[in-house]
């Protein structure tokens, strides 16, 4: 339901970069980027109000983001790390709904 | 500061036994949000209910069913005559007012599991 997360696996090395993309359908304002982990449950990496703001989360180090535009929100390692190996979850929210978040389905990423 | 804290890490229940999932929260807001969100074994996060802080009226949905208390800080949900498809990881979420940032904060889950 309107949110597409690519891709949804990746395996990658130590040290090399990675983009995480996300992309929503439902035009609403909110976009978070969460990574979850075993026995810490979700946790906010960056979150973005408008397109061109962004702002931290509770886990931002290591990483960066880019909203785009007002649909794409993207998530980018610089510099891999075995710590970052996590489900990432991209979700959307809008003050006008009434659901709370919508999440993507996640994406799996590994870094050996 | 925000918080939500779920107990309890696992629970295992026989089918068609009622269980309940506790959730504790903290907040200094006076309007916030309590969400709680399905994730089975597939691993996509299923919203399943949002309750207002100025509505303490409890909230049935079929086998589901919401006890929200303000005077203890607990949003609690209960799954009567469980089936093994309620198999899963269940958060419970606060969240902030609309225009807010960084708008929830997940508990930590609570694995369920119904034994056939």
């Known amino acids: 339901a309107g949110i597409t997360q690519s891709p949804r696996h990746k395996v990658t090395e130590t040290g090399t970069p990675v983009t995480l993309r996300c992309h929503q359908t439902?035009?609403?304002?909110?976009m978070y980027w969460y990574r979850q982990d075993p026995g810490m449950g979700l946790r906010l990496i960056y979150y973005?109000?408008?397109?061109?703001?962004?702002d931290k989360g509770e886990v931002p180090n290591g990483y960066n983001v880019s909203r785009l535009n007002k649909r794409e929100f993207s998530l980018r390692l610089e510099s891999a790390a075995p710590s970052q190996t996590s489900v990432y979850f991209c979700?959307?929210?809008?003050?006008?709904?009434?659901?709370?978040?919508?999440f993507g389905s996640g994406t799996r990423l590994t870094v050996v | 500061a925000q918080k939500v804290t779920q107990a309890q890490t696992e629970i295992s229940v026989v089918e068609k036994e009622d269980v309940t999932l506790d959730c504790v929260y903290e907040t200094r807001d006076t309007t916030y949000y309590l969400f709680w969100y399905k994730q089975p074994p597939s691993g996509e996060l299923v919203f399943l209910i949002r309750r207002n802080s100025f509505d303490e009226q409890n909230e049935i949905s079929g086998r589901y069913s919401w006890n929200f208390q303000k005077s203890t800080s607990s949003f609690n949900f209960t799954i009567t005559a469980s089936q093994v498809v309620d198999s899963a990881v269940y958060f419970c979420a606060l969240g902030r007012r609309p225009n807010t940032g960084n708008q929830f904060y997940f508990g930590t889950g609570t694995s369920l599991t119904v034994i056939p």
């Open positions: 439902e035009n609403h304002r909110y």
């Open positions: 973005s109000a408008s397109e061109g703001t962004t």
């Open positions: 979700a959307i929210s809008d003050p006008g709904t009434t659901g709370g978040y919508t």
